[in-house]
């Protein structure tokens, strides 16, 4: 099962879609798509606007990939769970966000095992098309000994 998740704060009716025609001709597998308060309604896969935490985390577990915006959220939920991702950025040039950060955060994910980048809807249908999904490797939970160290040195200094 394909689990598609935009977030909560924005619609992002391009990405539901752009799934949603996908699944129009595409059997197997099933989709589910968690689609917020976007205005487009799916009408090849299940969906709901939003789910309560339990049945968030049951849909991510049973699935073999999750289709996202670029938010941070869905990315480490998904690469926790040890769940390939590919996400699509929303755009502010087509007034799906407040500024082009989820961009700059699309630029760096390419560099993740598990992480499948998709610049716009073509891109991302034929990433779904070729269904071939690297798994993330062990994604870590706390800071690196590095960063505490040079956040340690700047409270120091001062």
Known sequence: ???????????FDRLVRAVD?????NGEPAAFAQIGTSSYRPS???WAAYLPVDAFRRKLEAASLVVSHAGMGNLLLALQ???PILVMPRRLQLDEIRNDHQLATAK???????VTVADDTDELV????????QQPGDVRDTASPELLATV????EAR
């Open 21 to 25: 025609d996908w699944a129009a001709g």
């Open 44 to 46: 090849h896969m299940d």
């Open 108 to 114: 760096w994910l390419r560099q993740m095992a598990g």
């Open 126 to 133: 034929e990433a779904l098309r070729r269904g071939e999904w």
């Open 1 to 11: 099962m394909i689990f598609v998740t935009v977030g909560s704060q924005l619609p």
């Open 152 to 155: 340690r040195d700047f409270v």
């Open 81 to 83: 769970a040890k769940k």
